[in-house]
């Protein structure tokens, strides 16, 4: 027995080379800090307000309304109700033929369609380049796709009339981006609207980007889980609507996002047969298949916005409204406060400028850790406040550059954010008393 379980050890490492360097994962540690710790949650990216009825009618009819069938399998690339109603969708949105077939696939959220992007159309010493702050996953899983991520800041230039800073306000410098292309470029990552400032990009900045991209003969895979919600009127532009670019680009969606279900887990990606064939091997190949119940719920909340479209009874059209006076109103208690924040034209997110309220956390002066990490878990540990620090959406390298901000989630009830707002608000009078 004892020689058995002396050669059954393993003394080889276990772990694939790939994995190297990307191991360690901050959101394991805030999820759980935030579970642990906090009165008021405006941390990760989810709503806890209910999602729309007509959905949820939707599920429950799809589960228990007589068609057994639904409790199978059903096809691969995408439940054909759902890549149906997003073909015609996508047709209206950018203006050209859509095939279901062919041009749609539906994956297990936004997670897995970028999963199978990355491993798709990225190869061993391709470069690709990220936009920071940036959604965190990109960087690993264009590491574990053998690819190397090159980095180029959004640059902050703070107005100069004492107004509030804008998402817009935070700026690509176009030679910066041009020099970031070179023959080794396989593929750009643009998030738009962008998690975590909100900013959404106009169609000046999108046109530099599809230059550069025609140029360079680059991809473009576009994560536009946040497309319906913008603000003050402004327009969600589809890169893959530029010229030259539908056949270059792949774009991401999410109907966790859209139609404020995130645990249920279905995402899209629409783009040119040509590149999505390649992302189909990887799905087949791996995840296969998603959950069918929840696919032909959300092709049926889809063939309702389709009807509704651009009525004022479209949820889409009725959830931007309420998060922009969601959004509205933190920016208001936020700015009362001292903490700053950044107005987001997009998204459900807003960062915020902690520099008055350093004093209260002591940072750890031999630490690498950035400093808003410690303010985030200083925070929800000692006030019950949950946000996450900004700098977890930089590259290792920019980390600490980016140590004076967090970012809230504002898609919560309002007792939620009254919650937050109380905090923020007792916190501040016990610094001035
Ligand atoms: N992209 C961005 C920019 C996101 O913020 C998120 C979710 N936080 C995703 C993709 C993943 O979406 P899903 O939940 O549909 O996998």
């Not at 203006?95 to 199978?116: I, S, W």
């Not at 139609?259 to 791996?286: A, C, E, M, Y």
């Not at 690498?368 to 949950?386: C, H, I, Q, S, T």
């Not at 980390?399 to 809230?408: D, E, H, V």
Request: hydrophobic letters at 40%; aromatic letters at 12%; charged letters at 20%.
């Amino acid at each position: 027995f004892l020689s058995l379980s002396l050669q059954a050890k393993m003394s080889r490492p276990v772990q694939a080379q790939r994995l190297e360097g990307i191991d360690k994962n901050f959101w394991v540690d805030f999820v759980k800090l935030a579970a642990t710790y906090s009165k008021a949650n405006l941390g990760q990216g989810f709503p806890d307000f209910p999602a729309p009825d007509f959905l949820t009618e939707a599920f429950t009819r799809a589960l228990s309304g007589g068609n057994h069938m639904l409790h199978q399998y059903t096809r691969a690339f995408g439940h054909p109700p759902l890549v149906k109603v997003l073909a015609q969708f996508f047709e209206k949105l950018l203006g050209r033929d859509v095939d279901p077939m062919t041009n749609v696939m539906v994956t297990v959220g936004a997670y897995q369609a970028l999963f199978c992007c990355f491993q798709a159309l990225v190869d061993e010493g391709d470069e690709v380049i990220i936009i920071e702050p940036f959604f965190d996953c990109y960087e690993p899983m264009v590491k574990m796709a053998g690819g190397t991520p090159v980095f180029v800041p959004l640059r902050p230039n703070p107005p100069k009339d004492g107004k509030l800073m804008s998402s817009a306000d935070w700026r690509l410098d176009p030679a910066e981006l041009a020099s970031k292309f070179s023959e080794r470029t396989k593929a750009i990552v643009l998030n738009s609207p962008n998690n975590p400032l909100g900013k959404v990009f106009s169609r000046g900045e999108l046109g530099l980007i599809a230059e550069l991209c025609v140029k360079h003969d680059v991809l473009c895979i576009s994560d536009e889980v946040y497309e319906w919600l913008v603000y003050d009127g402004k327009q969600h532009v589809r890169i893959a609507s530029l010229q030259g670019m539908w056949d270059r680009t792949v774009t991401v969606g999410s109907a966790g996002k859209t139609f404020s279900v995130t645990g249920w887990k279905v995402g899209w990606v629409v783009g040119p047969d040509r590149l999505l064939q390649h992302l189909r091997t990887v799905h087949q190949n791996s995840v296969y298949h998603c959950a069918t119940i929840a696919q032909e719920a959300v092709a049926q909340g889809f063939q309702r916005e389709l009807m509704l479209y651009g009525k004022p009874e479209s949820y889409f059209v009725q959830l931007c409204k309420e998060l922009q006076q969601k959004r509205d109103w933190l920016v208001q208690s936020l700015d009362g406060v001292g903490m700053k924040p950044i107005v987001p034209e997009g998204t459900y997110f807003l960062v915020a400028d902690i520099s008055q309220f350093k004093s209260d956390v002591p940072g750890v002066p031999s630490s690498d850790e950035p400093y808003d990490y410690r303010f985030a878990e200083w925070m929800v540990k000692n006030k019950g406040l949950a946000a996450i620090p900004l700098s977890a959406f930089y590259s290792k390298a920019h980390k600490k550059n980016y140590g004076n901000f967090i970012r809230f989630c504002f898609a919560k009830e309002e007792a939620t954010l009254k919650a937050a707002s109380d905090i923020l608000q007792k916190w501040k009078q016990e610094k001035t008393s």
